[in-house]
Nanobody, 123 residues
Framework: QVQLVESGGGLVQAGGSLRLSCAAS????????MAWFRQAPGKEREFAAA????????DYADSVKGRFTISRDNVKNTVYLQMNSLKPEDTAVYYC????????????????WGRGTQVTVSS
């Protein structure tokens, strides 16, 4: 099993940047595909980005492509989400998640979740 703890959220103006971190503990971090999802008030949780075990493969939702970058450090057992050019519609709780199989855009394919970190983008 793996335990996940997100950090780095906060309040930022539109056009600004934030970097989220997700620290993992437990079973070998490098064996997990990692992803970030987000959930805005009154909306379903949606996929944002995913990364493979080695970091050689990444996937992004169209809504964040070109603005967000997912990366990982398997020595520090941490996955990151660098968010640039933030928009008010990026406001959400951001969740880190993991699975042992290949990356997926469906939240139902992931078994391990952090508690989330709030990101608020003001206009």
């Amino acid at each position: 099993q793996v335990q996940l703890v997100e950090s780095g959220g906060g309040l930022v103006q539109a056009g600004g940047s934030l970097r989220l971190s997700c620290a993992a503990s437990g079973r070998a971090f490098s064996t997990y595909y990692m992803a970030w999802f987000r959930q805005a008030p009154g909306k379903e949780r949606e996929f944002a980005a995913a990364i493979s075990w080695s970091g050689s493969w990444t996937d992004y939702a169209d809504s964040v492509k070109g603005r967000f970058t997912i990366s990982r450090d398997n020595v520090k057992n941490t996955v990151y989400l660098q968010m640039n050019s933030l928009k008010p519609e990026d406001t959400a709780v951001y969740y880190c998640t993991a699975r042992t199989s290949y990356g997926s855009r469906s939240q139902y394919d992931y078994g391990y979740w952090g508690r989330g970190t709030q990101v608020t983008v003001s206009s």
